[in-house]
């Protein structure tokens, strides 16, 4: 039974003003109502994690992934309850859902093989040589976690990047105690899977303070949580102008602090003369599928796609227009998202210079239609709103004049969570040509595939330059995500006895680099 309140270092709490969780179909409100964090509620979480921040970090690996495993466990154990809430929450199919449950605790369990591994660490000892001039001090190297994390849980993924999601389970995996600001569009799954969490928790025999979770629908209680002077770090999943707000926070506070935010891509798409010419009805087919997948509401949404002009493009727009007219509107996560999307798309429309190719069928009131236009290269060049995000099932067709202007577009787009070239051999020269410029341009480079859908494994980056995200140089996806929340210390002719495990020279069974040399 959900109760609506803030879980605050294993403690249900009410208090302050309470919100309505909604119906995302019918716009109906959704029993029970939800407690708004007060301000006390963040200043006691935040505490509570800074007391626990000590004994969690100096758990033994074993522990620590045991508690991942543990957390897996008990969100596995929800079931058909979790799955049904979400679904009424975020108007995703049941399919969806569970399939994002199993990434949910897959990547917690990912994460605990991670810790157990110990690389993470980048364990480095380099030993003294007195007899130098000057003498070498003995250094030993490994990577600690930042602190408490703030996390925000995503609208469009109310499990998978949301309480227990990937930055959850990164920031823990590193040692880090986490309080989670919970999407008002999913409140009670947030509940319940807060509530397994803490489970976990007690069961591990953990402080209380490894894991808050606060509830609010106002951007006050995010602020309130990143100014915390006892947060270390921020993971955040949303629009530009969240993130760009939660950094100007971050950067004003006495101790400035990272903050990790992945916020806007249209995940640019080339087709390559060659590969157009020979499947041209193919491509359509596929792109109208990925454009349109789960209401478009993917940050990997193939929102721009480019190739030249000509009779095997005029084919690709034709298949494309045909493949639209069956694609049933969808229920979106929230009525403000569907109306910025009908607001985006209304805009586009309103450009004589962009042409509708197609469109879906007509929905519900709640529903997303699928939408796609077609502007030469010129005019995308001439017209920024043709680049920014729509966050919904519309693309954009680029009719190029040639390579080179698909290259001088590309050149000088913004940072992209992905890009992606369709080719055949023949095409390989030209796809060359175009590498360098994607590879200064995106976090992720896909070859004859479409972008929608991220695997979590350890070789994944989901991540970009700026917009994309607000640090090129991570990833919010795959086991590489827990060096957002480690910063590098060394230790300096240390006595044996106070060095932590790892880099003491009885530890001969762990991976690490002695004198250079890697070795476990």
Request: glycine content about 10%; charged content about 20%; some cysteine.
């Amino acid at each position: 039974m959900l109760h609506g309140k803030n879980l605050i270092a294993g403690d249900w709490r009410a208090g302050g003003t309470t919100f309505a969780a909604v119906d995302a179909a019918s716009g109906a409100a959704i029993e029970p109502r939800f407690y708004e964090a007060t301000a006390g509620d963040v200043a006691d979480a935040c505490a509570a994690a800074a007391d626990a921040q000590h004994a969690y970090a100096s758990l033994p690996l074993a522990q620590r992934a045991a508690f991942l495993r543990l957390a897996a466990d008990k969100i596995d154990a929800l079931g058909d309850t979790l799955t049904q809430r979400a679904m009424q929450e975020s108007g995703l199919p049941e399919a969806r859902l569970i399939g994002e449950r199993g990434r949910t605790v897959g990547q917690l369990r990912l994460f605990a093989d991670e810790v157990e591994n110990g690389a993470w660490q980048a364990l480095r000892i380099d030993h003294a040589d007195p007899a130098r001039t000057p003498p070498k001090p003995d250094l030993r190297l490994r990577k600690i976690p930042l602190g408490p994390v703030a996390v925000f849980g995503a609208s469009n993924f109310p499990l998978a990047f949301s309480v227990a999601g990937g930055d959850t389970a990164s920031a823990l995996a590193a040692g880090c105690c986490v309080v989670v600001k919970g999407h008002p569009a999913h409140p009670g799954t947030s509940e319940l899977v807060a509530g397994a969490m803490a489970d976990a928790v007690k069961g591990a025999g953990l402080p209380a303070g490894v894991f808050s979770l606060l509830n609010g629908a106002g951007y006050d209680l995010g602020e309130a949580l990143v100014k915390d002077p006892r947060i270390a770090a921020v993971g955040f999943t949303g629009s530009r102008a969240g993130g760009l707000a939660l950094m100007q926070h971050a950067a004003a506070r006495a101790v400035p602090i990272p903050v990790y935010a992945e916020m806007s891509s249209v995940n640019p798409v080339v087709l390559m003369p060659a590969k157009l010419d020979s499947a041209a009805e193919d491509l359509a087919a596929a792109y109208v599928a990925s454009l349109s997948l789960g209401a478009g509401q993917f940050c990997t949404n193939p929102g721009v796609l480019l190739a030249v002009d000509g009779t095997a493009l005029d084919r690709f727009v034709v298949a494309t227009a045909k493949a639209l007219e069956p694609v049933a509107a969808q229920t979106m996560l929230t009525g403000g998202i569907r109306k910025a999307y009908e607001s985006s798309i209304e805009k586009l429309g309103a450009y004589d210079s962009a042409s509708l190719i197609g469109r879906g069928a007509e929905g519900s009131a709640s529903c997303g239609r699928a939408h796609v236009y077609a502007v030469s290269g010129a005019d995308f060049r001439a017209n920024g709103l043709f680049e920014e995000e729509v966050f919904g099932p519309s693309s954009i067709i680029v009719r190029c004049v040639d390579l080179a202007e698909v290259a001088a577009i590309l050149g000088a787009m913004e940072g992209q969570l992905t890009a992606t070239l369709h080719m055949e051999e023949a095409d390989r020269a030209d796809a060359a040509d175009l590498l360098p410029i994607l590879e200064q341009r995106a976090g992720r480079i896909i070859a004859n595939a479409w972008p929608t859908g991220v695997d979590v494994t350890h070789a994944m980056v989901h991540g970009g330059p700026f917009p994309a995200t607000s640090d090129g140089r991570s990833t919010s996806v795959g086991t590489l995500a827990i060096d957002r929340f480690l910063r590098p210390l060394c230790y300096q002719d240390m006595p044996e006895d106070l060095l932590p495990p790892g880099l003491r020279e009885v530890d001969s069974n762990v991976w690490r680099r002695v004198d250079g040399v890697y070795m476990a």
